[in-house]
């Protein structure tokens, strides 16, 4: 039996239509609208789950094992096929998986001092593996879109963001292109990239400040007030047509921005309509 129902993480697919839940006792999907459970993996399958990322809608699902009785160890990446119900590729790695992303050309595989990214699901292989400094959060974020391979992580120096062209990365004996941008003067604490690749939003470890920047030229364009206390933001997500952000913290609060009227927020949350549904997993 699994050791209890405990919530390890929640994951959005990159259309945000389905959300996916790692749990104790192994993982649920659910979609978004209608709310609905559409698959779920049992403990007897994949023990405790510590991540699950869905790959748009498709059938390929990666999980990590965490929790108290993980049947894999957290080292490994193992990518479940919902339709034929079994597991079709594991990667393993020397240190903790921190994080994983996946496009539909591509699988991130994010360490504390490295980023694997893969040639994915066709024909799997390792195109590059990048140190980068310190990342205890397995802070990463991918555009998704076709048209725009984007990569963010922090970045050398405290308070920066490199922003990796994944394109450059399909050619392992030539260097990849990047940028670093300057966004914070502390540690950073949660990204997003919005679905175009156009917008780049970021917070620190003081948690007040969400900044928005622009991904082509750097520039700042948007500063957002959270509060003047500090918090731990631990998800920031952009709506599908950049309009919007929301920011979760630990203060247990939810803020959604206007991003480009930006006079909205200006008006009383009162103004709003909220609509809370609660899931049983």
Known sequence: ???????????????????????????????VEPLAEK???????????????MLERSNL?????????????????????????????????PSS????????????????????IFSFPHS??????????PNPKGLCELCTSADCQLMALPGPHKGTVRMVDLLSTEAPEKAFTETICSVHQ??????????????????SIKGTLIRIHSTQTRQLLVELRRGVDMANIYCLNFSLDSNFLCCCSDKG?????AVKDQSLNKKSSC????IAVQVQL
Request: hydrophobic share 40%; glycine share 10%.
């Open 1 to 31: 039996m699994p050791p209890s129902r405990g919530v390890l993480k929640i994951r959005f697919n990159q259309d945000h239509g389905c959300f996916a839940v790692a749990k104790e006792g192994g993982a649920q999907i659910f979609n």
């Open 39 to 53: 698959t779920h993996l049992d403990y007897a399958i994949c023990g405790g789950l510590g991540h699950v990322e």
């Open 61 to 93: 699902v990666a999980v990590v094992g965490g929790g108290q009785s993980p049947k894999f160890p957290d080292r490994n990446v193992l990518i479940w096929d919902d339709v034929n119900r079994k597991f079709v590729y594991e990667y393993g790695f």
């Open 97 to 116: 998986v921190l994080s994983v992303r996946m496009r539909r050309d591509k699988l991130v595989v994010v360490l504390s001092e490295e980023i694997h």
């Open 124 to 133: 799997s292989k390792l195109l590059k593996t990048i140190e980068t400094s």
């Open 186 to 203: 502390h540690e950073l604490s949660c990204l997003a990239i919005d679905q175009q690749g156009a917008l780049l939003a970021s917070t």
């Open 253 to 257: 609060t939810v803020h959604v921005y």
């Open 271 to 274: 103004l709003y309509g909220w």
